[in-house]
């Protein structure tokens, strides 16, 4: 692991004590978050998977009776009829809060009443797929906000895993790594001052034993 | 609390019920086209944009940038006589994002 480019002193080892307290707790918390996020994630799949299957085989029947309308009363005349109606807002937005992840939340506006086409020249069939359309609607917003949520989780929950391997596996060996060499050059200049004062200390004590002779 | 519209794009066999009921309705022809109206569908009149599995295929990498934004919610649902599972694969990229791997779920669910 790469030491840190620190001056080997007691300032800085106190410092790196420090950061690396700081680093630890943050590990800590941060890997609490991951672990949430997860529990959440994996507990909203499963549903997910479930709703998705349904709107599928729902909207795959309204599709059908569609092609049924058009088998009816001829292609031309049902795109005709469905040219009708503009653009309205169905939708209010707004936010939550998971896990400090912004998800949005859909609810759906009143749809629009289909019409405007002719009642008696075209099929029955046709209202049918409508209202089929109309009724699979709410469960695809929910479905829209639901693999939303989701793929917001994910991308947290990517950026929280980077975070958490490297204060694991980059930040806190490193600090571990500098402070212990930290630690070292001072024991030796420890040692180094101790052999200088004893190597003194015994040269006076010859030098007095030569003026006393 | 803000009010959006819904988007469907996608052939016109697929999706053109859904004009009577108040979504704005965008049919493209051949799945590329859809890249052009991408930067109307993306500006954030729309919540959610609903799109067929072709159109999703065609433009996934600009799909992609909206990963991380809230709105628009970009959904696939399946077109009229799409294989299907392509809604599928999306939320799997999710979670080989989140995860690493997807196995890990796969297996939960056995």
Known sequence: MAKMCVNPNRMELLKLKRRGDVAKRGHKLLKDKFDE??????????????????????????????????AEAGRAAITQALLAGAPIELLDTSEKSVMSVHVPIFEQLELAEPGGYSFSTLPVVLDEALARLAAVAPRMLELA???????????????????????????????????KDIQMKLDEAERGNLTRLMKVKDIIAAQEAAGER | MRVAKIAVVG???????????GFAVFTVEHAEEAREMWGRLSAGEYGV????????????????????????????????GSAGGMGEAKIRRAIERALGTSMLIREEEE
């Open chain 1, 145 to 179: 906000e639901r693999e939303k949520a989701i793929e917001l989780l994910a991308a947290e929950i990517e950026r929280t895993r980077r975070r958490v391997n490297a204060l694991e596996y980059v930040l806190i060996p490193s600090i571990h790594e500098t402070v």
């Open chain 2, 49 to 80: 944009v609903f799109v067929t599995e072709p159109v999703y295929e065609a433009m996934e990498d600009l799909i992609a940038e909206v990963l991380d934004r809230p709105v628009p919610a970009v959904t696939v649902i399946p077109g009229a």
């Open chain 2, 11 to 21: 052939d016109s066999t697929s999706v053109a019920g859904f004009r009577p009921l």
């Open chain 1, 37 to 70: 996020l997860l529990k959440e994630f994996i507990a909203r799949i499963s549903a997910n998977r479930k709703l998705r299957a349904e709107v599928e085989a729902e909207l795959k029947a309204a599709y059908g009776l569609f092609a049924v309308a058009r």
